[in-house]
């Protein structure tokens, strides 16, 4: 009995490992287990036993490619190796022994004579074939390679057609992140554009404003001094000189008119200013670039801020019909929310071939706040209602949009918790209803803070 023995037994099934362990361990040997070809040619490779015990009918790497394999490796080809295996059909055992093997024991093993029959097979045993029956079963077994080989090919091939997807997949995915990242970029240089305009417009605008309440002041002072003039002007020398060319001068300009006008153009001027102080706040209100952190906002004043940015958008093709509940303020990244609504009323505006409208509406039900906004425009196929908000997914033409918008604000409404659903029928419209929760988990807006910081 020679302990320093060591065998190796590869088998998947535990039953036999079990008993082979039990009787080989019973007679001194040392024995190390591999539950797969694979995992045994690691083993063999790292432990180098005296003899290699192989089931020859195993799932994936079987018992015939891992030997033939282990007798090309020059670390391993001088282990012999003996088949353990079950008699299925005429002519396995010389199978085996095509394969390489050095010997066979066939199953179930014969527990009085195992030990020897393995004991005779590390002292050298060697079982052979006639050359004849050995090229026959090797034609026959480099057949079964060559399918095995070609099952592996389509294997691969169909692997290799998954994994391409999988990283055009994942590049899409990054095109879209840096899609967005750009598109935050634009707008945080929108808000720095809109802080710097604000700044350089609000000093004019301050002064412009303020002279043109001076000026009315002073027209109202000059409206006095006429006045007076007109009381007194029955009492003049109508015969004078200087009386005759002041009459004639007042009848040239017409002061009546100039009075009603000046009026006029200060009242229409101030107008404009109050307009242009309008449309900067409206744009420092959708940008909020001085503030990035979660606040409770009206939705109504967003809405309205919005509209008047894309106001030039929508002024030649759609009426905008405001139809606005009574709703809650809304916890919520307000400069976010804005970008919903402007990437949603300029894709209703561009979907209006002729002047049509465009109704917002909004609500609320149980926690949840919606706004709705409907427009009377192309509309959408319904093969391509479940794409809308796919990244890259436009029906536009080539140059003119990049299938972003929708993908961002469904990315945004995720993120604040809420949900978007939409509805159209082609040639009559198309219909966003946008929910969001009235109050935010503490916890999340952490998160979503942090994305939304990052621009993702």
């Known amino acids: 009995m020679n302990t320093s023995k060591k065998i190796l037994y590869i088998e998947d099934d535990p039953a036999n490992k079990t008993l082979v ?64 295996t079950a008699h299925a059909m005429k002519g396995d055992r010389e199978r085996t022994l095509a394969a390489g093997c050095n010997g066979y024991i066939s199953k179930p093993i014969d527990i009085g004579t195992f030990a020897e029959q393995v004991r005779g097979y590390i002292d050298g045993k060697q079982e052979h074939i006639n050359s004849t029956e050995e090229a026959s079963y090797l034609k026959e077994y480099s057949q079964k390679l060559v399918e095995r080989l070609e099952e592996k090919v389509i294997e691969l091939s169909a692997y290799n057609e998954v994994l391409e997807e999988k990283v055009n997949e994942k590049v899409r995915e990054l095109q879209q992140a840096h899609e967005q990242l750009i598109q935050s970029d634009k707008m945080a240089s929108i808000g720095q554009l ?26 109202a002072d000059l409206a006095g001094v006429l006045d007076a003039y007109q009381e007194v002007e029955p009492q003049l020398d109508l015969k004078a000189a200087s009386s005759k060319k002041l009459l004639a001068l007042k009848e040239k300009v017409d002061m009546d008119y100039l009075r009603k006008d000046i009026t006029s ?25 001085d503030n990035d952190e979660w606040q409770h906002v009206d939705l109504h004043e967003g809405l309205d801020s919005t509209l008047n940015i894309v106001h030039n958008e929508i002024k030649y093709k759609a009426d905008v019909i405001k ?94 918790g809420g949900k978007i659903d939409v509805e159209s029928q082609p ?12 109050y935010q988990d503490k916890r999340e807006n952490m998160t979503n803070n942090s994305l939304a910081l990052s621009g993702l």
């Not at 417009?201 to 309440?213: A, C, F, H």
């Not at 101030?270 to 670039?289: A, M």
């Not at 966003?432 to 009235?438: A, E, N, S, T």
């Open 21 to 84: 362990k039990k009787l080989l361990s019973s007679n001194g040997f040392q024995v190390i287990e591999a539950d797969d070809g694979l995992s045994g040619i690691q083993i063999a490779q790292s432990e180098r036993p005296d003899l290699i015990l192989m089931d020859m009918s195993m799932p994936g790497l079987d018992g015939y490619e891992t030997t033939t394999r282990m007798k090309g490796m020059d670390e391993l080809k001088d282990i012999p190796i003996v088949a353990v």
């Open 194 to 219: 809109a802080a710097g305009v604000a700044h350089e417009i609000n000093n004019p605008i301050g002064y412009v404003s303020s002279n043109l309440t001076t000026l009315a002041q002073y027209m």
């Open 265 to 289: 153009l200060i009242g229409e001027s101030q107008e404009g200013i109050k307009r242009v102080k309008k449309i900067v706040q409206d744009l420092k209100d959708f940008s909020h670039v």
């Open 323 to 416: 139809e606005y509940g009574s709703i809650p303020v809304v916890e919520c990244l307000s400069y976010q929310i804005n970008q919903v609504f402007m990437n949603i009323l300029v894709n209703a505006a561009q979907a209006i071939d002729e002047r049509g409208e465009i109704r917002i509406r909004t609500g609320t039900e149980d926690d949840m706040v919606w706004v709705e906004i409907r427009d009377t425009g192309r509309g959408i196929e319904s093969e391509h209602i479940k794409k809308v908000f796919d990244p890259f997914f436009t029906t536009k033409p080539v140059g003119k949009g990049t299938g972003l918008g929708l993908s961002m604000t469904y990315s945004i409404v995720n993120k604040h």
């Open 427 to 438: 040639k009559k419209g198309t219909t966003f209803r946008i929910w969001l929760p009235k």
